[in-house]
């Protein structure tokens, strides 16, 4: 007891520290479910929650990442007509599927008198309530949630591999001498390790920072380039084949989704009620993520056609400074990011599966090297499937499409069991809409990318 009271005041020093970018850090540990995120929870730190003006910065600064650079891409796949109906359309639909989830954790919450319910807890709760012949899977779809978290920030941390490598020899290739992208991930590993074996998220703050202006800035520019010298607009496709839909599905769906961010977020501000609502503060953020992302992939598709990369920054002139700029810019922005995507991971394995399981004396070692073999295989993952444009598709198609699509269905549909599901049943209906647009967008997105990944990148080579 003596113990406890003597740690208490260092919590509410630390407590009271905090930035508005460490408290969002800790939100996101405590939608995995952590058991540290319970020990951060306290009434001490009320004050420190983020207000309504934190709380849409944040939204804005999870939405512009590496998936909007794919955005022209994902034009391309489906036609500039078909591009700005779906991306307003699906993002719209997704958004709706996140407002439901976050209903329902609100309310379980209360019901059972958790403050911090977590994702995985969520669904375990909604299918233990919901009909009684599917009750005995609410620990295994808990299960399939982390296991979704993780391979959807483990895939992220891939993207980023491919993406700074391909950075990289760009312009090594402008400086220096020719050398194959796969040296390049390779080199990577060692310093990639460095940064993620940092354990705290206070210390991966400034990471965050530094690639949160450097991504803004390296936008900006990127726009100044797609705006200028527009080409004739008639040389647009507006419908493109609908076998190309997967992968703008599963772009669209990578570039959107921050289903952890998103879900920390509500529960961190001084005023949750503001937070859903027709206009609460998350739609009055992706209303201004949404425009921007359909904009950029519209001009993006119609500055370069059909000779749009995987990456936009691949189009830019090779040569300028600027544009070389822009590319050094957001490969130190997406370098800096990559632990605190790790970081995600690295929590739900250690946390909830591995450090319990193991003896005090020898977890600091054990996690160690779980952290280097998870950037290790990250690493190989990249080396084997080098296309930023398709690995990005098939981490939105696989994992996005189940935990922002399938899992909220399957919540709604569960929670609503014993209360009805309203007139005409149109609540059961909304929940199998969910579910089988998700069933469709991602298992036809997965399929694909994987036929194409395996297409183009064969793990065992014909001669």
Known sequence: MERKQRKLPSHRRLDQELSFHQRLLGGVQKSFGSPLAYEAHSPLAKDNRLSDLETFINVLKCGFGTGCLAMPKAFLYSGWLIGLISTFALTSFVLYAMH?????????????QIPMLSYRKTVELAISIGHPKIRFLSKPFGYLVDVLMCAYHFGVDCVYVVFIAKSLKHLGDLHFWPLDERLYMAFLALPLILTFLIRDLKSLVPFALTSNILLFLGFCLILSFLLRGLPKFEHLHAIQPLANFPLFFGT?????????????????????????????????????????????????????????????LGNLPEKEFLPQLVTAMFAVAIFFSYALQGYVTVDI?????????????????????????????SVLVAIQYPDFGLLLSFVGS?????????????????????????PGRIFFYRSMLFIIMGLAGGMTGTVVTLRTLHARYPVIKRF
């Open 100 to 112: 439901t989830l976050l209903q329902h954790i609100n309310a379980l919450g209360n019901q059972y």
């Open 398 to 422: 696989f994992c996005l499409a189940q935990l922002g699509l399938i899992l909220p269905g399957i919540v709604d549909l569960c929670i609503r069991y014993e209360e009805g599901y309203g």
């Open 252 to 312: 669209v769906l990578f570039a959107i989704e921050s289903v952890g961010v998103i879900l920390a977020l509500g529960r961190n501000m001084r005023t949750p009620e503001d937070f859903l609502g027709p206009c609460g503060v998350l739609n009055q953020a992706m209303i201004v993520v949404i425009t921007f992302y359909a904009i950029f992939g519209f001009f993006g598709y119609w500055r370069y056609g059909q000779d749009t990369a995987s990456s936009v």
């Open 349 to 377: 394995i250690w946390r909830n599966y591995l450090e319990p399981e193991l003896e005090d004396g020898s977890t600091s070692a054990v996690e160690f090297l779980v952290r280097i073999a998870l950037v290790i295989a």
